[in-house]
């Protein structure tokens, strides 16, 4: 009995405090609103912070909120209504989306396969890396397909999604990126929902198709990550 109620205790502890933190970084975002302080980087900064100052390894905080994780599949859904938001602009482009969208997508896995080849990673290191430029529902689900760490590719996007936002308009400047469709697809595609959020604070045009290129980026690489990955296998 006193087994089960402590294993209750923590459950309830660390999803409410998973919860709580999230809601704490989009109030600091509300306030400051930087890429740095995008609850994406700013709630998992305080989850870890707070799980190194109680002990508490990952493996027992994931075993306690995998439920928060297993939501993301449902999540996947909402990624349709930029799709059918913007279909008019889907219209308009669609060949460019198709080139756009194809060369993003092999760009990003051949060179993390390259990156991981070069530093010998394991495996599941390797599989977890490959659809680090996609945003993290779908890519949780790619790097389940290919035999990853769904946990781990969520922080390689992550990682990929903030160092994205943060170069982003430095490289507009460096490739003499003025169209709307140019800066927005080029956000959505290197820098998926993180991304997307910056584009939003650079201009409502650029985070339309930013938003539209993640959502059919995300769509195109769950379907393709497998079949590439034994093409490269």
């Not at 595609?189 to 985070?207: F, K, L, P, S, W």
Request: aromatic share 10%; with cysteine; proline share 4%.
């Amino acid at each position: 009995m006193t087994t089960a109620f402590n294993t209750v205790t923590q459950w309830l502890f660390w999803s409410g405090a998973t919860i709580a933190l999230y809601v704490v970084g989009k109030a600091i975002y509300r306030r400051w609103r930087r890429w740095c302080t995008t609850p994406v980087i700013v709630a998992p900064a305080l989850v870890v912070a707070l799980a190194v100052a109680l002990g508490e390894s990952y493996r027992d905080y994931i075993g306690q909120t995998g439920w928060l994780v297993t939501l993301l599949g449902p999540a996947i859904v909402s990624f349709s209504i930029p799709i059918w938001e913007h279909r008019a602009l889907i219209r308009r482009y669609w060949p460019l989306l198709v080139v756009g969208i194809t060369a993003g997508s092999v760009t990003s896995v051949v060179s993390a396969w390259l990156l991981a080849s070069a530093l010998q990673l394991d495996h599941a290191l390797r599989m977890s890396l490959l659809p680090r430029s996609i945003s993290t529902p779908f890519a949780m689900s790619a790097s389940g397909q290919i035999g990853g760490i769904p946990e781990l590719t969520a922080v390689f996007v992550i990682l990929t999604g903030v160092f994205g936002a943060a170069v982003g308009e430095n490289m507009f400047k460096l490739l003499g990126l003025r169209s709307v469709m140019a800066r927005g697809a080029m956000m959505g595609m290197a820098a998926h929902g993180v991304g997307t959020a910056r584009a939003y604070q650079i201009g409502r045009d650029e985070g339309a198709v930013s938003s539209v290129v993640m959502s059919l980026a995300g769509l195109c690489n769950v379907l393709a990550t497998p079949i590439l990955f034994h093409w490269l296998g």
